[in-house]
């Protein structure tokens, strides 16, 4: 399992456009072979800062499956255009888990 971990800063005062954009947006990401769960996060301390968590089988599952579909640029004209600056992606694996 791979975790896919971006920080997202959204530009100012869109933050509710950005969030019912997003929830539409989740259709395309869940229809990818490989897609295993999704969780967007809002920072406390500053509204306009999240983080997006999306759980694949692989890492070729969201860099090929994902990013070369017409799902993706579906995602990419709903999102894309509220971060400022463009997120940093980057992908994870579980060493220690303690649920």
């Known amino acids: 399992m791979i975790l896919e971990v971006a920080t997202l800063k959204i530009k100012e005062n869109l933050e509710q456009q950005f969030e019912s954009d997003f929830l539409e947006a989740g ?3 869940s229809s990818i072979k490989g897609y295993k769960s999704h969780s967007l996060r809002k920072c406390i301390e500053q509204r306009n800062k999240y983080i997006l968590l999306v759980e694949w089988e692989t890492i070729k599952d969201h860099s090929i499956g994902f990013r070369t579909s017409d799902a993706y640029i579906k995602w990419k004209t709903l999102l894309h255009h509220y971060y400022n600056p463009f997120p940093v992606v980057e992908h994870y694996k579980t060493i220690i ?3």
């Open 97 to 99: 888990e303690n649920k």
């Open 27 to 29: 259709k395309y990401i």
